[in-house]
């Protein structure tokens, strides 16, 4: 068990379509993190979020590309008008100091399973 | 700005035999993370070096930090066929603490 939850985890879609992938972590947390990874890359840090401020954009991140996290719960990524280029592993990390109880360890980043999307 | 080189970027080794993947920076790093990754899974969290000199062992695995912190190593010996997948050296950058990866060792592991 990750502690994060993404969905879908596969999408293939036709390019110029919209899509929303969503990250749920399963416990109260402070620090969000989306990632994209390509075939035979590491991941690239696309947006950071704390709480529920954005508060730092790659410039990977196109004007096509949007992220919430409205309750600074859950979030969402959403790519308009997608293009070939966008194929890709999306990942969603958090980075939390837990609250008692829970299971994740101090300081530990956790990557949820990722959502993988397929622009045809 | 700032990055890491990873080499090799592949390895292929016999079952037993030992493997070392190196991460090096030409810059001072604040810490280094590892972590591993499967065929078609995540990454997922091995372990943090943030002092200068630091060795970390987990089972058959040895993680080093440098003196200077411009470079670490993880070092597995006896490899399984379990150690299979690709292994990542990052470290955070900012005061967003973002992640900055290598671009990784890919471990094949022939039984």
């Known amino acids: 068990d990750t502690g994060v939850s993404q969905n879908p985890r596969h999408k293939i879609t036709k390019r110029g379509q919209n899509v929303t992938f969503r990250c749920d972590p399963i416990?109260?947390?402070?620090?969000l993190y989306w990632y994209r990874q390509t075939l035979g890359q590491g991941p690239e840090f696309l947006t950071y979020f704390q709480n529920e401020a954005q508060l730092e954009k790659s410039r990977l991140l196109s004007d096509r590309f949007s992220a919430e996290r409205p309750k600074g719960s859950f979030s969402t990524l959403e790519i308009q008008r997608t293009e070939q280029g966008d194929s890709a592993m999306y990942l969603c990390?958090?980075?939390?100091?837990?609250?008692?109880?829970?299971?994740?360890?101090?300081?530990?980043?956790?990557f949820g399973e990722g959502s993988w999307l397929t622009v045809v | 700005g700032q990055q890491v080189m990873q080499i090799p970027q592949y390895q292929h080794v016999q079952e037993g035999e030992d493997f070392t993947t190196y991460c090096n920076s030409s810059?001072?790093?604040?810490?280094i993370q590892w972590y591993k990754q499967r065929p078609g899974g995540h990454p997922v969290f091995l372990i943090q070096?943030?002092?200068s000199g630091e060795v970390k062992k987990q089972k058959r695995l040895t993680f080093q930090f440098g003196e200077a912190k411009k470079n670490s190593s993880l070092h597995i010996t006896a490899t399984q066929t379990t150690d299979v997948g690709t292994y990542f050296c990052a470290f955070n950058a900012g005061n967003n603490r973002k992640l900055i990866w290598g671009l990784g060792t890919s471990l094949a592991v022939n039984p």
């Open positions: 416990s109260e947390h402070n620090r």
């Open positions: 810059t001072t790093l604040s810490n």
């Open positions: 070096l943030v002092k």
């Open positions: 990390a958090l980075n939390t100091t837990p609250n008692p109880g829970t299971p994740l360890l101090g300081n530990t980043i956790y």
